[in-house]
């Protein structure tokens, strides 16, 4: 079966602009994450979502960030009023349990102009 | 501060030879950990995990092995190839079941035919 996807591979913003990033999990995967590479840095967990239970929404950097999960398959991770330090990479990860194997996309490369 | 960390950013080993990539990290909750490898474009792939009850995991040409005592651990790929040049990135969480993995900056490894 197809592996998780993630749509735009590239988008371009200008700051101040809102974005929206979207990520499909493998199908029957109740666990999904998102995270984001700056450059040079490590993956920085972003969000995680576990079945119908309230999102881990520990690592969001800010009140501008935010996710949703709609129908326990797709995700959609919003960044409100861009600014040029939110130009990453960022990657949707998920697995079938909490305790499995994450499964990466090929990430959405955010650029604010 | 960096709870991960993996001090080379780039390695460079001759077709044949053994890669050692290592990885430090500094919080003494963590008891497992994981190696993700990344090739350019693409996300990362799961390679090998470790938990702390056991000091080695090996898996064909991969070997990780753990010091708990030294906060350290490293990956062994015996013989290199050059299809394993990628970024590696290890990663390190409270337990398995744990969503907040912290991930380190990344090694690239080169391998030389």
């Given amino acids: ?10 988008k371009v913003t200008e700051k101040g602009k809102d974005v929206e990033l979207r990520c499909d999990p493998i199908s029957g995967h109740t666990a999904l994450y998102w995270y984001r590479q700056s450059l040079g840095q490590g993956l920085e967990f972003l969000i995680y979502f576990q079945g119908n239970s309230a999102p881990d929404k520990s690592g969001l950097p800010s009140d501008r960030f935010s996710a949703e999960r709609t129908g326990g ?34 990430g959405t490369r955010l650029t604010v102009l | 501060d960096q709870q991960v960390k993996q001090n080379s950013p780039s390695l460079s080993v001759q077709e044949g030879r053994i890669s050692i ?43 990780v092995f753990l010091n708990k005592s030294a906060k350290h651990l490293s990956l062994h790929i015996v013989p290199s190839q050059p299809g394993d040049s990628a970024v590696y990135f290890c990663a390190a969480s409270g337990s398995r079941y744990g969503q907040n993995f912290v991930f380190g900056p990344g090694t690239r490894l080169s391998v030389l035919p």
């Fill in chain 1, 1 to 10: 079966g197809a592996g998780v996807s993630q749509s735009p591979s590239n």
């Fill in chain 1, 73 to 106: 398959s797709v995700s959609t991770l919003t960044i409100q009023r861009t600014q040029q330090e939110d130009s990453a990479v960022y990657l949707c990860a998920s697995s079938q349990s909490s305790a499995d194997t994450q499964y990466f996309g090929p």
């Fill in chain 2, 21 to 63: 990539l290592n990885c430090d990290y500094t919080n003494s909750m963590f008891d497992y950990f994981l190696w993700y490898k990344k090739y350019p474009a693409e996300g990362p792939t799961f390679l090998i995990s470790i938990s702390s009850i056991k000091d080695k995991n090996e898996d064909g040409r991969f070997t």
